[in-house]
T-cell receptor
Framework: DGGITQSPKYLFRKEGQNVTLSCEQNLNHDAMYWYRQDPGQGLRLIYY???????QKGDIAEGYSVSREKKESFPLTVTSAQKNPTAFYLCASSLYRGRTGELFFGEGSRLTVL | DAKTTQPTSMDCAEGRAANLPCNHS???????VYWYRQIHSQGPQYIIH???NNETNEMASLIITEDRKSSTLILPHATLRDTAVYYCIVKGRDDKIIFGKGTRLHILP
């Protein structure tokens, strides 16, 4: 079935460690996104990518890095520079670049820093 | 910042129509209005979108005012499963999609 797969669903890390969250889509979508959600809050945009080998910072990119080497993959690395990394992370994709297009979301990855 | 303003929370009786308002007074001519909803601890789900005409699908109806500065999402017969956070988003050709805090809709039995 087509869709977006995020892994892992739950992740624990110690302070000072980098961690990479995976996001894969088989929808042949052009654009991909990473959002962060804190308890009781809305979604905040971290990074987005409209095309392979290109990506742009969102509103809260500090302490995060991404890559877009393949159309179907958009991994997010939470670095040790991110001061409050504990959150729910959501990946999404969209079919039409620069046009209308609904977002399809994965099921999310919940990161807890111990 | 989000380009939309929504009430923080709303209640609706089960079986009644739920009308969720959204203000987007700075919307430009080529920007669409999208609605999503998020059930607890899941990824948001697309509901509907429109440009200037009213739209209807199997989930909901979208009413956009003539000046396009506000819209209303209508769930015609709300059920307990419609309890969720509803997000109204304005999106143009730029793929930078910003979510606000949404409206938390409580369906009361």
């Amino acid at each position: 079935d087509g869709g977006i797969t995020q892994s892992p669903k739950y992740l624990f890390r110690k302070e000072g460690q980098n961690v990479t969250l995976s996001c894969e889509q088989n929808l042949n979508h052009d654009a991909m996104y990473w959002y962060r959600q804190d308890p009781g809050q809305g979604l905040r945009l971290i990074y987005y990518s409209q095309i392979v080998n290109d990506f742009q910072k969102g509103d809260i990119a500090e302490g995060y890095s991404v890559s877009r080497e393949k159309k179907e993959s958009f991994p997010l690395t939470v670095t040790s520079a991110q001061k409050n990394p504990t959150a729910f992370y959501l990946c999404a994709s969209s079919l039409y670049r620069g046009r209308t297009g609904e977002l399809f979301f994965g099921e999310g990855s919940r990161l807890t820093v111990l | 910042d989000a380009k939309t303003t929504q009430p923080t929370s709303m209640d609706c009786a089960e079986g009644r129509a739920a009308n969720l308002p959204c203000n987007h007074s700075t919307i430009s001519g080529n920007e669409y209005v999208y609605w999503y909803r998020q059930i607890h601890s899941q990824g948001p789900q697309y509901i509907i979108h429109g440009l200037k005409n009213n739209e209807t699908n199997e989930m909901a109806s979208l009413i956009i005012t003539e000046d396009r500065k506000s819209s209303t999402l209508i769930l015609p017969h709300a059920t307990l499963r419609d309890t969720a956070v509803y997000y109204c988003i304005v999106k143009g050709r730029d793929d930078k999609i910003i979510f606000g805090k949404g409206t938390r809709l409580h369906i009361l039995p």
